[in-house]
């Protein structure tokens, strides 16, 4: 594909809800990631996945979230239980591996 | 730790040279250096490597200090397109896993 690609682009919640995010990486790129973003923040490393490994997840705020990777191309993040301090961008972004990393336009989260 | 970038924010008239500052606490394996327009996805600048060159185009150049642990985002002749947030992110262990600093913040004005 052009570019790094999520679904849906917003998505308001209401708090104890469960979402599902999703992410189409590049066509071809080995390694995956997703960010969580504040407002006014830098992007916050979640998790890594390289192929359909789950190499890192050491960013999940806590076990109501979750990603898989199932075929080692498309993504979803899952979050459990949705809690309004769960409101924030959710950012993919994948690469060939060891080069830079293109960025998914995200998601916005917001639990009401 | 987060790196720290400086400054947090700049505003400069259009043609004017900006430095912006990513300082670490750790060793570091690489810096990217990416701008995030509001409501954007983050873009991709440069990356530079331990023990690599600085790196460049014609008027975004980026150094990497690997003793100092610092990085540096030079933008010369600075053009409206340029304005936007900042941030470097630091590879510690070579294994692609980014952390991204506290931001800086650019507007540049005609």
């Known amino acids: 594909g052009a570019g790094v690609s999520q679904s849906p682009r917003y998505k308001v919640a209401k708090r104890g809800q469960d979402v599902a995010l999703r992410c189409d990486p590049i066509?071809?790129?080995?390694?995956l990631f997703w960010y969580q973003q504040a407002l006014g923040q830098g992007p916050e490393f979640l998790t890594y996945?390289?192929?359909?490994?789950?190499?890192?997840k050491s960013g999940l705020p806590s076990d109501r979230f979750f990603a898989e990777r199932p075929e080692g191309s498309v993504s979803t993040l899952k979050i459990q239980r949705t809690q309004q301090e769960d409101s924030a961008v959710y950012l993919c972004?994948?690469?060939?591996?060891?080069?830079?990393?293109?960025f998914g336009p995200g998601t916005r989260l917001t639990v009401l | 730790q987060q790196p720290v970038q400086s400054p947090q924010a700049v505003i400069l008239r259009e043609g004017e040279d900006a430095v912006i500052n990513c300082s670490s606490s750790?060793?570091?394996?690489?810096v990217h250096w990416y701008r995030q327009k509001h409501g954007e996805a983050p873009v991709f600048l440069m990356i530079l490597l331990k023990g690599g060159e600085q790196k460049g185009h014609e008027k975004i150049s980026a150094s990497f200090n690997e003793k100092k642990q610092q990085s540096s985002l030079y933008l010369t002749a600075s053009q409206l397109s340029y304005s936007g947030t900042y941030f470097c992110?630091?590879?510690?262990?070579?294994?692609?896993?980014?952390?991204f600093g506290t931001g800086t913040r650019l507007t540049i004005i005609p």
């Open positions: 996945f390289q192929n359909e490994a789950q190499l890192d």
């Open positions: 972004a994948s690469s060939s591996g060891f080069e830079r990393q293109f």
């Open positions: 066509s071809g790129h080995v390694s």
């Open positions: 750790k060793a570091l394996y690489s």
């Open positions: 992110g630091t590879d510690d262990f070579g294994n692609e896993k980014l952390t």
